[in-house]
């Protein structure tokens, strides 16, 4: 069964920082590229984030680029989100998502983002 687990989120001042994490099982992480995206209260799914499944290579949403960093760890099955400079807009529930098709997701972790 595929399992996708995430953690780290929390209620943070405006420019502070996260970071996510989400375990992953029940395939080959290293195999698939993976994503973060988010749900903002109201508002439908936005993709944030991607990278390869060796690691190399990344890509951004407009709205986050230069301020959040995605990362793996295929030895530990784990993918990462570094958000710095956050701002109330981020402020999300923050899901890791499978493959191009963003296909299963895991049940997400909230980011409140105020003060």
């Known amino acids: 069964e595929v399992q996708l687990v995430e953690s780290g989120g929390g209620l943070v001042q405006p420019g502070g920082s996260l970071r996510l994490s989400c375990v992953a099982s029940g395939f080959t992480f290293s195999s698939y590229p993976m994503n973060w995206v988010r749900q903002a209260p109201g508002k439908g799914l936005e993709w944030v984030s991607i990278i390869n499944g060796g690691g190399e290579m990344t890509r951004y949403a407009a709205s986050v680029k230069g301020r959040f960093t995605i990362s793996r760890d295929n030895a530990k099955n784990t993918l990462y989100l570094q958000m710095n400079s956050l701002e109330p807009e981020d402020t999300a529930v923050y899901y890791c998502?499978?493959?191009?098709?963003?296909?299963?997701r895991g049940q997400g972790t909230q980011v409140t983002v105020s003060s």
């Open positions: 998502a499978r493959g191009v098709d963003q296909s299963p």
